[in-house]
């Protein structure tokens, strides 16, 4: 019988190497753009697809911090303008400064606008030609009264600092469309709110999770130049360095926070070419960037224009979650303890015109069907005053507004009584906002967990409902 012939042992040439090889680079590159996708696959319950049909692929969340008044806004009554300088009416609950004046009628006229005749404080003139857009829940309440707990309520679903916050989850439940952008980006017009940094953390959740802020002033995103390196040498230190994390991260058991890192580092590379040419309005046009107010005569107009007309960019190229802070008007946020008139008119001047823009640019451009914007505080203000020309800060009953992304548009939602201070109907947690947003992205909002201390935790913790009353 003929021996079997002994396996060919000579060294094999590079070019033999690749020819066998070849269907190895394919899996490679396959894996890394399925990576995302089943990001969220190590959560409980494992199973990264949404549990709904999905009604939008982004939120874009105007944060107002401070507390717009919902008397001044969104939620009009006439009784407050009949009994203005009176004794309040009603009940007062404790306050943050305990310095309860006389009932006080709102400075501002209401007008009904579009087919849907919703009323629209004339602090928003711009906002109001997308009446027809927007659904506006006037019976929100929060558990908290003070801007840092209330902060973290809004953000993380907790009163507490630490938790992950909404935009961390919605990037840890869907992963990220966008290739060379994190999936959450926080635009920072200049007032981080109260409560810091933390609210708009990961929490337990992985670290890649967290926020990303971007500067309106000065650079955008730190370090983020180009090496003046020649491409081959640039080439080959990525090489080692790719080598040498995954032997750091093999060493390690694959700890959170060097493949936090490690990803970071990955995806700022791809951000040095990205990040320029987001940043580059001049290719907007003249035209839109006037549509937005980027040419306005007030500066933190112009500052929120960019914001504004950023955030479409972003939720473009497919970042999942844009939060906006506001530019600082000089009067302490939206957060008006005195001198009512004079902030919010400002307040006001900064935000009107360029959301009114990005609604309209989003509509144009077929985004606001997949696209969740909110507008929101951590809360409201009392309808009577603070002093004289003042409105404290009120959890009980206060008014945000939602459009596209598969909300009903030119409606309002829940009531307060009549001198706007309490939900009295249709009452909305900010647990029920959160589910409703999860919702609305194809998430279930109670199977979207992670285990951490020994129980699966939520955005929603053991709380929320769905508010199916405003979906389209």
Known sequence: MTPAPLPDRSPITRRQCLLRCANGFGMLALQGLLADQVRAATRAGGDPRPRYRPRARSVIFLYMDGGPSQVDTFDP??????????????????????NNGNTLGSPWAFHQHGDSGLWVSELFPHVARNADRLCVVRSMVSEFSEHTNANYFLHTGSGLQGRPSMGAWIGYGLGSEARDLPAYVVLNGGLIPPGGVDNFHSGFLPAHTQGSIFRMQGQAVANL???????????????????????????????????????????????????????????????????YGIDHDYEHTRTFARQCLLARRLVERGVR????????????????????????DDNCRMVDQPIGALLQDLQARGLLDDTLVV?????????????????????????????????????????????????????????????????????????????FGGRDLRLTDVYGEVVRGILA
Not at 77 to 98: N, W
Not at 225 to 247: C, H, N
Not at 402 to 423: E, I, P, Q
């Open 321 to 344: 979650f844009v939060q906006l802070t506001c530019p600082d008007t000089g009067h302490d946020r939206w957060d008006q303890h005195g001198n009512l008139k004079r902030g919010h």
């Open 77 to 98: 009554k006439p009784l407050l303008t009949r009994e203005h300088g009176r004794p309040f009416g009603a009940r007062m609950e404790p306050t943050q400064f305990d």
């Open 225 to 291: 130049g180009t090496a003046a390196t020649p491409d081959a040498a640039t080439a080959r230190q990525r090489t080692l360095l790719r080598q040498l994390d995954a032997e750091a991260l093999q060493q390690q058991d694959g700890a959170d926070a060097i493949a936090a890192a490690i990803a970071n580092y990955e995806l700022a590379f791809a951000m040095q070419a990205a990040v320029p040419e987001l940043l580059d309005l001049g290719s907007e046009g003249t035209l839109l960037q006037h549509l």
């Open 375 to 451: 507008w929101a505080g951590e809360f409201g203000r009392t309808p009577f005053a603070q002093g004289k020309n003042g409105r404290d800060h009120n959890p009980f009953g206060f008014s945000i507004w939602l459009a596209g992304g598969g909300v009903r548009g030119g409606m309002t939602y829940g009531a307060t009584d009549d001198y706007g201070y309490k939900a009295v109907q249709d009452k909305v947690t900010i647990h029920d906002l959160h589910a409703t947003i999860l919702h609305l992205l194809g998430l279930d909002h109670q199977r979207l967990t992670y285990r």
